[in-house]
């Protein structure tokens, strides 16, 4: 049992890497009573933060509570414990690598870097950062992260609206709202295009595999000839990327009612 800053780790899986991604911290679809039970029940001699942890800045609606607070306190005393903790960042919090707009929240004990190469227990080098870059050209404008976080925030509002009167929704739990934005990130990417720039981006600096985040939709693959991992996100999905101890990659998700866990990812063939 590991004891540190008041968080008794016990009965808690241990993975040799854990990739976890777009948590958007401060906005309104952010789970943060799942991040936080996720990363109290998984711990990790490396954990990756891969990009949109925090969102504080375009939000037209800002939440934070002390389930927030947790998870950086928890990341803190995990760090402070001996875990090393690198921090990617994505399109949302770039302004914590830019040092404008500084927030006290978003302090961690890591250096922000845009991406880093992870070396796998088995050998395989990985491509690890957010993923932005390799969006269609016309997403990469800042404006439009800046639009999407408010659009974001006025729908979610109107989600929560509808539930306080109790309109009808789907048996996950979901109602039109989360559907529609679920549909329309589903339409941006449904070509894979990004998944294939991607592969092609870390084909290119000899790495074996991407693992990243930004799209909302959590993959585990070789399609395209190396390994992709997508994290997923921690509005919709609710999941992570795990490594263990012998240097196989895994999906791990977490749903409110149940945890689950994937099958390791196919060997590339050579």
Known sequence: MDESAGHTFSRVRHHRALFLSDLHLGTLGCRADLALSFLEQNSADTIYLVGDIFDLWDPLVIRWGAEHDRILTLLRARAGAGTELFFLTGNHDKP????????PRTDLPAVPQAAVTHAAADGRRYLVLHGDICDAR?????????????????????????????????????????????AVNDLLYRGRQHERRLV????????DGVICGHFHIAALHADFGLIYANCGDWVDSFSAIAEA??????????SPAEATQSAPVPVVAE
């Open 96 to 103: 914590v690598a830019s040092g404008l707009h500084r927030d």
């Open 138 to 182: 016309f997403l990469r404008f800042h404006l439009l992260t800046r639009i999407g976080s408010r659009l974001d925030s006025l729908l979610r509002l109107l989600d929560g609206g509808l539930r306080r009167l109790r309109f009808s929704f789907g048996p996950d739990g979901r109602g039109p709202v989360e559907l529609a934005l679920s």
């Open 200 to 207: 092609a981006l870390a084909r290119s600096g000899g790495h």
């Open 245 to 254: 101890a012998d240097g196989s990659l895994r999906l791990l998700s977490l």
